[in-house]
């Protein structure tokens, strides 16, 4: 490859990180998503099974088609009419070990990877949705809580009949 070239994308990928699009993007499918379909992710050794079936999130806002499934990267498309044009993909890339002393995995590092980036109009939405997504998420949470809490104190009333 052209080392001009090398430098651009670099550059490119370097600017991506520094605007915190993966992290930004993952939340906003996340939070305002809506499960669209089913899709097949291949991984690794540590599965049980070599393809498992995740739920794909979708989050569609104006031109904009947010997609991510399951845990690998998120895409985002400008949408003109019925021609989409990928605009960026990035995924967090976490490096995993296992601890033999103590039967645990964990994270060694985590870094963005940006596979794809056309910067452009399309990133004067996310400032306002990304706002909207952190609200969001914050109300979910709350919601997941009360609803453990709810089992929580169904379960004791069950096992002690009250």
Partial sequence: ??????????????????????????????????????????????ANTDEIWED??????????IVNCGD????????????????????????????YTHPTMLISDISDVIEAYIPGEWEKYLPNLYREAIAEGRKKEKEESREIKREFRDDFRTRWGI
């Avoid at 052209?2 to 991506?16: G, M, N, P, T, V």
């Avoid at 993952?26 to 991984?43: P, Q």
């Avoid at 998120?74 to 960026?88: I, M, S």
């Fill in 72 to 99: 690998t990267a998120t895409e985002v498309y400008v949408v003109k009419g019925n021609k989409e044009r990928l605009v960026f993909n990035g995924y967090k890339d976490e490096e995993w070990y296992y601890q």
């Fill in 1 to 46: 490859m052209d080392k001009s070239l090398e430098k651009i994308i670099e550059a490119r990928k370097k600017q991506a990180a520094d605007r915190k699009l993966v992290e930004k993007l993952d939340t906003i499918v996340r939070n305002l998503g809506k499960k669209e379909a089913r899709c097949t992710i291949v991984r690794g050794f540590l």
């Fill in 56 to 65: 794909t999130l979708v989050f569609n806002y104006k031109e904009l088609r």
